[in-house]
């Protein structure tokens, strides 16, 4: 397996660097046409620089012409494709569409990442059979979307994840509290809040009363660590998001909305069945809340709940679920396959 070269484009700078390094560890040299292309940069707004995460010959022929910027759309050259020999095209159709001619006959994984549509997948109808489609949960397919090949989840290094020991504030991590798709909604999160320790942290959050801005990746595992509760916020459509992840990772104690209150005022290319987080916190992982009041009786009263054992649940399912050992293995099996 290992001399596979891998192509690699960017949607998400944070899955970005995790997909890296699962690829580097394993056997794959992937060049990243994402924030880790060059590698002279020095970092980034989120993790930093690393160092095995792109190579001068590769990043040589990128800018010698072998990607460029068309009307603001990436464009590759069957040339610079030919270097590799796989692509990992992460959800975006344009992509795909914009250089299928390009890719010529090497293998395309288009891999999805919770965000798939109706739309966009009608989109690649045409080229389908280019196409192998990686989804990242069992709970992203649907009939009328592209065939699945693979589902091979979200990956992490589980033992970089310290032990949950309570007594911070409650908690929560999203980017742009406000948006449209975000479940809960502001002013839903907010009356969920009010009135308890609560902090809400990530970017773009300002006017939003609790909002603390972006922390550094450390002050993220202190926070998760010593969390009170975390109060799960997602963006439709995905099924399962980084930071829950990451919680669960460190054992925090989940507060998360039920598939009915989440699927209440969906879009159409929501499916209930879509909703990954509650079969997740199933069997004593988590807390789930059907409606305000309920959520705000249970984060008035966490101590009637046995949070060790949700912590203890919740952390031994997702180093079943996330573990970079097993994802990493999957990946070399599909790569294999379609290579």
């Not at 829950?244 to 290319?269: N, R, T």
């Amino acid at each position: 397996m290992s001399g596979k070269r891998i192509l690699y484009h960017a949607v998400h700078e944070i899955l970005e660097y995790d997909d890296l390094r699962l690829l580097n560890d394993a056997g794959f040299t992937v060049f990243s046409m994402g924030s880790y292309g060059n590698p002279e940069a020095r970092g980034n707004r989120f993790r930093g620089h690393h160092a095995n995460f792109a190579n001068h010959e590769d990043f040589a022929a990128a800018v010698a012409g072998g990607t460029t910027f068309v009307d603001g759309r990436l464009r590759v050259t069957r040339e610079f494709v030919a270097r590799f020999d796989a692509v990992i095209v992460n959800q975006n159709p344009l992509m795909v569409l914009d250089n299928i001619e390009a890719f010529g006959d090497v293998p395309v994984i288009y891999r999805t990442l919770g965000q798939s549509i109706f739309a966009w997948e009608e989109m690649l109808k045409p080229i389908a059979h280019r196409l192998n489609v990686v989804r990242y949960s069992e709970h992203e397919i649907h009939p009328d979307f592209l065939p699945t090949r693979a589902v091979i989840p979200f990956g992490k290094y589980v033992d970089e994840y310290p032990l949950w020991t309570g007594g911070g504030d409650i908690l929560t991590f999203m980017n742009t509290a406000a948006r449209p798709a975000a479940r809960p909604e502001q002013e839903t999160y907010q009356q969920l809040v009010a009135g308890f320790s609560a902090k809400l942290y990530g970017l773009d959050n300002e006017g939003i009363a609790n909002a603390t801005g972006l922390v550094s990746p450390e002050a993220q595992m202190n926070l998760y660590q010593s969390a009170r509760c975390y109060v799960y916020i997602h963006s439709l459509v995905a099924s399962y998001t980084l930071n829950f992840m990451e919680a669960m990772l460190v054992g925090a104690p989940i507060l998360a909305p039920s598939q009915a209150l989440v699927s209440a005022h969906a879009y159409p290319d929501w499916w209930p069945e879509r909703y990954a987080i509650e079969p997740m916190l199933a069997d004593g992982a988590g807390l789930v809340y059907g409606s305000v009041a309920e959520g705000r009786d249970i984060l008035a009263n966490l101590d009637r709940y046995n949070l060790p054992g949700l912590s203890q649940v919740a952390r031994a399912r997702a180093r079943n679920l996330f573990n970079a050992s097993s994802v990493i293995a999957q990946w070399q099996d599909f790569i294999a396959s379609v290579s």
